[in-house]
């Protein structure tokens, strides 16, 4: 199976930074990656799918980059709600889609 | 606007069988893949498998062997039955929607706990 993995595993963050979040496939899965975000005690909201399209209603200051085997989830100036814990998943041609394990970012 | 409800027993025996089942308001039934996913502190998040409205089925292979999932499309409702429970089984299941290759939205989650 394809291994997604996230990094860094925490990022320490102001309101108003710039936060750049890793997911590294073990092998290509092409454009066909998303980024999940999760709250505590919330379910994961699908953010980005396709490596760069916005889901419907998330802000345009969340951009999603990469393709093959390396992916990049942007947020270019933390909001307060923006501190959560991201999830990478992908769904390749190698079944079974997998998720990675999660990138949190913090209040510094 | 699509919603999912789900529902179930949360709490089991080891060796026993965990089912839940989700329903699906607000939207289309047939156009989509119905899916599982569980949480848990240790394994992450992990696909379970999905099923469609006419009961065309795709699992995770380390989980096929004791899963079971059906649909009822008259009710607008999915089931799973996941056999023979362990501790390594505990966590958070969702229920989900697949949209061709991604999830949104997901149900809100049942905590499972298996306990003698």
């Known amino acids: 199976e394809v291994v997604l993995t996230q990094s860094p595993a925490t990022l320490s963050m102001s309101p108003g930074e710039r936060a750049t979040l890793s997911c590294r496939a073990s092998?290509?899965?092409?454009?066909?990656l998303a980024w999940y975000q999760q709250k505590p005690g919330q379910t994961p909201r699908l953010l980005i799918y396709?490596?760069?399209t916005r889901a419907t209603g998330v802000p345009a200051r969340f951009s999603g980059s990469g393709s093959g085997t390396d992916f990049t989830l942007t947020i270019s100036s933390l909001e307060p709600e923006d501190f959560a814990v991201y999830y990478c998943?992908?769904?390749?041609?190698?079944?079974?889609?997998?998720f990675g394990g999660g990138t949190k970012v913090e209040l510094k | 606007q699509l919603h999912l409800r789900q529902w179930g027993a949360g709490l089991l025996k080891p060796s026993e069988t965990l089912s839940l089942t989700c329903g699906v308001y607000?939207?289309?039934?047939?156009?989509?893949?119905w899916s599982w996913i569980r949480q848990s502190p240790g394994k992450g998040l992990e696909w379970i498998g999905e099923?469609?409205?006419?009961?065309?089925?795709r699992y995770n292979p380390s989980l096929e062997s004791r899963v079971i999932l059906s649909v009822d499309p008259s009710k607008k409702q999915f089931s799973l039955n996941l056999t023979s429970v362990t501790a390594a089984d505990m966590g958070v299941y969702y229920c989900?929607?697949?949209?061709?290759?991604?999830?949104?939205?997901w149900g809100r989650g049942i905590l499972v706990t298996v306990s003698s």
């Open positions: 989900a929607t697949a949209i061709v290759r991604w999830f949104d939205p």
């Open positions: 607000g939207g289309s039934f047939s156009a989509y893949y």
């Open positions: 099923i469609n409205h006419s009961g065309n089925t």
């Open positions: 092998q290509g899965v092409g454009r066909y």
């Open positions: 396709d490596a760069s």
């Open positions: 998943q992908q769904r390749g041609n190698v079944p079974p889609l997998t």
